[in-house]
C-alpha cells in the first residue's frame, strides 16, 4: 500500500534535467525478497518527460518541460513487490508545472504576422506580441526596424506606425521584438 492516497508535486518549467519532484513511498508487510518493492510510472507520463527511480519512488525531470504545452500531468505510479505472486497497488501523483519569477518570459507564438496598408495613419495598431511571464516585462523592438517605422508599446507589447509607409519603398519588414522579465 501506498504511505498516501496520492501525491503532488511542482516543478519550475525551467527545472533541471533530473531534478527530483515528488517522492511516493509504498510498505508491505512482507519480510525478505518479498517486501522489495519496485515502482513504474503506468500511465500519464505524456512525452515521457518525467520519470521514476525503480527502487527509491522518487520521480524526476526526464525531458524539458513546456508550460505554454502543458502545465499539469496526473501520473498513475504502481508499487509492485517481488513476492512469488506479486502484489500491487497504484496511485495518482499530480505534478503542476510552474513557471518561476526569474524564468525568462515566453513568446505565445514564434512567429507573429501582420498585413497593414501604406495609407494607414501614424499611430495606427499593427499588432500585439505577448509573453507567458510570473513577473511584469519590458518589449523593445531589436531589429528589422527599417527607418524607425515602427513603435512598441514596452507595458503592453502593442505595435503601432511611427511614420508613413511606402510599399514601393520598403514592401514588407521583419521586426524582431524581445520581451525581458522585471524579475
Known sequence: WFTNPSYVGRVFESAALGSAVVQVTAMDKDKGQNAEIIYSIESGNVGNVFMIDSVLGTITVSKELDYNKKREYELMVKATDQGSKPLSAVTSVLIFVTVSDNAAP???????????????????????????SQ???????????????????????????????DFESIPSYRLVVQGTNMA
Open 135 to 165: 513577473s511584469s516585462v519590458v518589449y523593445e523592438i531589436k531589429d528589422g526596424n527599417t527607418e524607425d517605422s515602427f513603435d512598441i508599446n514596452p507595458n503592453s507589447g502593442v505595435i503601432t506606425t511611427k511614420k508613413r509607409l
Open 106 to 132: 515566453k513568446f505565445a507564438m514564434k512567429e507573429y504576422s501582420s498585413e497593414v496598408s501604406e495609407t494607414v495613419n501614424i499611430g495606427s495598431w499593427i499588432g500585439l506580441v505577448t509573453v507567458h
